[in-house]
């Protein structure tokens, strides 16, 4: 028989029960741009991309903010930045081609709790 521990490891209250079940952000975005909500991306000139990512907790649990960062794992035709606090995404195009990079959600203490892959193809940008 496996035993699993049901100690709350967290710097909060919650179920435990729950918490065993899986904890994690429902990644989303607040932007209207066609075909964003696939988070394959088409980007058809050398504009700026401005979105709004969102985090939900699939669990309601009060005081926990979620934190954004990004990582580029394929690409070098764009820059990707995002506001840690506001999850405000800017990308910028450099050249055509395919860009992928992934958003990470996670809570104060960098515990991850939620992971987006993007891909992103940019066309009509040049190079």
């Not at 179920?15 to 607040?30: A, K, M, P, R, V």
């Not at 999850?87 to 990470?104: C, D, H, M, R, Y």
């Given at each position: 028989?496996?035993r699993?521990s049901?100690?709350?490891p967290l710097?909060f209250a919650?179920?435990?029960?729950?918490?065993?079940?899986?904890?994690y952000?429902?990644i989303g975005?607040?932007?209207v741009l066609?075909?964003?909500?696939?988070?394959?991306?088409?980007i058809d000139?050398c504009s700026e991309l401005?979105?709004?990512?969102t985090?939900e907790?699939?669990?309601e649990?009060?005081?926990?903010?979620?934190?954004?960062s990004?990582s580029?794992?394929?690409?070098?035709?764009?820059v990707?930045?995002?506001?840690s606090?506001?999850?405000?995404?800017?990308l910028?195009?450099?050249?055509n081609?395919?860009?992928v990079?992934?958003?990470?959600?996670?809570?104060?203490t960098g515990c991850?709790?939620?992971?987006?892959?993007?891909?992103?193809?940019?066309?009509n940008?040049?190079?």
């Amino acid at each position: 028989m496996t035993r699993v521990s049901k100690v709350n490891p967290l710097p909060f209250a919650m179920d435990t029960d729950t918490f065993l079940e899986g904890l994690y952000w429902i990644i989303g975005t607040t932007s209207v741009l066609p075909g964003i909500a696939t988070w394959n991306w088409t980007i058809d000139d050398c504009s700026e991309l401005s979105v709004f990512i969102t985090a939900e907790l699939n669990y309601e649990i009060s005081g926990i903010t979620p934190q954004f960062s990004v990582s580029v794992l394929s690409g070098s035709n764009a820059v990707v930045d995002i506001d840690s606090q506001s999850g405000e995404l800017t990308l910028t195009p450099v050249s055509n081609g395919v860009f992928v990079f992934v958003i990470t959600v996670t809570n104060a203490t960098g515990c991850v709790i939620g992971q987006q892959e993007v891909t992103v193809t940019i066309t009509n940008c040049g190079g």
